[in-house]
């Protein structure tokens, strides 16, 4: 309850958080705190694993609904999506972080390069870099020889303002696949509780409806915390979409068994 209370009061509670920071003298922590760079390094791999599980896995199950598959068959088939889906997403996200940073990597070391060979010609573009910040030309001399003197500073300053590129590098790749993977597994084995659980047939459907409307809006109203919208406003987002894309997948089902006449 403290969680889902907080999704809805974040923001004042932050302030709080900020102004008690600050009073005690700590502005550094305080600013820290109030950014939440540093927070939750692994949150935005949850809320969107969690995502897209609930969407993609009720769909399985609306789907299957519709065209009057046994429980049996939906089982296999939630549990099919949940498994491959979510191992697909997770890899996904592996490979394109490892991408991302080995792409970094690869440009730190073409302008090392550069730093050595053409020294002359990379502080004038420190030079324009320090114009476009609109330093006086009088301080830009000090200020030049005080950026290159360290080449790791110098290196920085390249990667940042000149190639435009950012050296993330909290958490490891796979740890970020794993909390992909494990939060589509989580929230997608929601709808398939009543199947799994083998309540009665006549109620599964309803039951696993039901709990899939709340997980909707609960994934949904977590994005909040990675976007700092309005957790209400999230959460029917992706009630919504989710419903839609549930809704389609039922009539699509029933559709097909009708237009095909498949009997299983």
Same mark, same amino acid.
């Given at each position: ?7 809805? +009061? ?36 949850? %809320? ?11 769909? &399985? ?8 598959? +046994? ?12 498994? /491959?889906?979510?191992?697909? *997403? ?13 792409? &970094? ?49 110098? *290196? ?22 794993? %909390? ?6 989580? /929230? =997608? ?8 659980? =083998?309540?009665? %047939? ?16 609960? &994934? ?22 989710? =419903? ?14 009708? %237009?095909?006449? &498949?009997?299983?």
């Amino acid at each position: 309850m403290a969680f889902i209370s907080s999704l809805f +009061s974040k923001e004042e509670a932050r302030k709080k958080r900020f102004v008690r920071l600050v009073q005690q003298g700590k502005y550094q922590e305080a600013s820290d705190e109030w950014h939440g760079l540093h927070h939750g390094t692994y949150l935005e791999d949850f %809320v969107y694993g969690s995502n897209d599980g609930i969407i993609t896995t009720f769909a &399985v199950v609306a789907g299957a609904a519709g065209a009057l598959l +046994s429980p049996g068959i939906i089982i296999i088939l939630g549990i099919a999506n949940l498994l /491959a889906d979510g191992f697909s *997403m997770g890899a996904s996200n592996l490979l394109a972080l490892r991408s991302g940073r080995d792409f &970094v990597k690869l440009q730190r070391k073409r302008e090392q390069w550069l730093l050595e060979m053409y020294p002359e010609q990379e502080k004038e573009q420190v030079r324009a870099i320090l114009r476009r910040w609109s330093l006086p030309e009088e301080i830009i001399a000090k200020a030049i020889y005080a950026l290159t003197s360290d080449r790791e500073r110098w *290196m920085n300053l390249m990667i940042r303002e000149k190639l435009d590129l950012k050296e993330e590098e909290h958490g490891s790749p796979l740890a970020h696949g794993v %909390v992909t993977f494990l939060a589509f597994v989580v /929230a =997608g084995i929601i709808p398939l509780a009543p199947y799994l659980l =083998g309540l009665h %047939v006549s109620y599964q459907f309803l039951i696993s409806s039901i709990s899939a409307a709340i997980a909707f809006f609960l &994934v949904g109203a977590a994005r909040s915390l990675v976007t700092d919208g309005s957790a209400w406003k999230t959460g029917l987002e992706i009630l919504v979409i989710g =419903g839609l894309a549930s809704g389609v997948a039922y009539g699509l089902g029933w559709a097909v068994k009708a %237009v095909f006449g &498949v009997t299983i």
